[in-house]
């Protein structure tokens, strides 16, 4: 009665503490733990009924790290074919992978044409740090700038401006493919200054920094301050070979060529 009376209570506490993994593991622990022949220990059964509950709470956080991150593709580092880039250095690559970066809030610059990966390796890396247990988030430069434009409206600019400054890890992919709003370019500014020092931002471009002006409507300033505290401590990383979909769709082109039996 009085065990009985226990085992109630200790479900009791563990539904208080919001336990529900330990409360499920309980009956099993409790039956190995009584067993005849050399039952668990007390703090054999402790520890196990505790590391039921640390697993559930560490899988929810890697879950809603996930899902915060908002990574648009699975791929990850070990996804990317550097026989594709062999101007690429995969030794670079790697370092970068090995998050040391983010360590010491130094910026990853991708700059290259269309199809080269740029997209590919910045969201890698992101797996790689939601893997580590960072605090990662994926946005278009054109979003960024949308919701921080938003934000200006609804009077919660100061707001979105400190999310944009949270995550360990920022990634803004494809600055350049839009020309920006003068008003844009400001929220960039803003959200650069914010994280300097502070966070890394993994950055892809199709702009080689000297062109960087265009993508402010030819406000030479705003772009000089910008890219001087982006560049400030960085890596930039040159992209400049084949496309890749383009390689494959060259493939299939030239295997179709074939199989008619045309010439190239
Ligand atoms: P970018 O951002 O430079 O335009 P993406 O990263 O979007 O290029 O790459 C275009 C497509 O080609 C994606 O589906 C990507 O996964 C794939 N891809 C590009 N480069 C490679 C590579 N070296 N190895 C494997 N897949 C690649
Ligand atoms: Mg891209």
Redesign the pocket.
Known sequence: MSANSDYQKLRSHLAFLRMAAAAEALPGLLEQATKADGGLSPSAFLEQLLSAEVAATEQRRRASLARFASLP?P?TID????S??PRLDPKLIAELASLRFVEDATNVLFI?P????????AVGLGHAAVAAGMRVHYTTAADLVARCHRAAIEGRWATTIRFYAGPRLLIIDELGYLPLPAEGASALFQVISQRYLKGSIAL?TNLGIASWGKVFGDDQTVAGALLDRLLHRSVVVNIDGDS??MRSHRARAEAARQAIGARP
């Not at 269309?114 to 390796?121: E, I």
Request: zero cysteines.
């Open positions: 593709s791929f996804d990317f074919d550097f594709a880039q290259g269309p199809g080269v990966g740029k997209t590919m390796l892809t890749y979909r």
